[in-house]
């Protein structure tokens, strides 16, 4: 999280680069950074930190969830079939409840338009994160001038909003890392014939997104959500891990598909020094 190097990645099925016409074309593609998917509730660590840099919301202040929220015409339901009730916004974090997200979201989107837009393009969605790969995507965002009230409430929860799995561990990793968005890359060093170094490819920060103390209250929630919450079969015992779940609806002919999903999980280790 700290430099942005990528120390592991894959995907299923597999191929052999070095006989790929052997394999179906959908093989070629590194989906980590050439695939888009609406993320769900692993985003909601964006609305999280988007709220708390900007004073909106406090840990411990209390939400009600009846189930649902209304925003305009539309009504969005929590993915639990039991309404949380009485929660604190750290606690609704930890059940991952959609209605207090959305809450946030749409407090964002009253102080001003164009505030959770800016932070989302500042984690880096919508862009390309530069890492050293070809065929890299750029996820999809709704034009700013298209938004309106419900597309932020569905945005605050992951819905309605593209991303690649490469630039959701990024967004994520600066999260992590004290607010710090750097450029992911594979490869730290490139040495010749002889074993002597002929190019040393260094860390690389963007920019701050949001400030060390807020990036350290999150990390913390984010403990409690693989403690006490929805992310609990990530917890290992004696490490303090944090991470967010998300179970995203899947996009299809005329609106999301009854019954299909994309099942997710961001996380980091230790909590406190990833």
């Not at 930190?49 to 305009?72: C, M, Q, R, T, W």
């Not at 607010?179 to 040393?200: A, D, F, S, W, Y």
């Not at 807020?214 to 609990?232: F, I, P, Y």
Request: glycine letters at 14%; a neutral charge.
């Amino acid at each position: 999280t700290k430099t942005g190097e990528i120390l592991g990645m894959g995907s299923r099925p597999g191929f052999d680069p070095n006989n790929f016409k052997e394999y179906p074309e959908k093989t070629w593609r590194n989906i980590s950074v050439s695939n888009s998917y609406e993320p769900g509730s692993t985003f909601k660590i964006i609305t999280a930190a988007s709220a708390l840099e900007e004073n909106l919301v406090k840990e411990d202040e209390h939400f009600y969830d009846s189930g649902s929220i209304k925003v305009g015409p539309e009504r969005i339901k929590c993915w639990s079939g039991t309404p949380h009730g009485d929660q604190t916004f750290g606690e609704g974090l930890e059940n991952s409840c959609n209605p207090v997200l959305v809450s946030i979201g749409l407090r964002l989107w009253e102080k001003d338009k164009g505030l959770f837009y800016r932070y989302i393009r500042g984690f880096g969605f919508g862009d390309k994160t530069g890492i050293n790969l070809p065929g890299e995507a750029t996820g999809m965002l709704i034009p700013e001038k298209q938004l309106r009230e419900i597309n932020i409430a569905t945005i605050s929860i992951g819905q309605g909003i593209a991303v690649t799995p490469m630039q959701m561990i990024t967004g994520i990793s600066a999260v992590a890392n004290g607010g710090h968005l750097m450029v992911p890359h594979l490869v730290k060093e490139i040495r010749n014939r002889q074993g002597q170094v002929i190019e040393t490819i260094a860390p690389q920060k963007v920019r701050q997104v949001i400030s060390e103390d807020v990036s350290k209250r999150l990390c913390l929630l984010l403990e409690n959500v693989v403690k006490n919450g929805t992310g609990s079969r990530a917890y290992v015992e004696g490490y303090r891990v944090a991470g967010k779940t998300g179970t995203a609806q899947k996009p299809g002919p005329g609106g999301y598909m009854e019954g299909k999903y994309v099942a997710s999980f961001a996380g980091f280790a230790p909590g406190n020094d990833p």
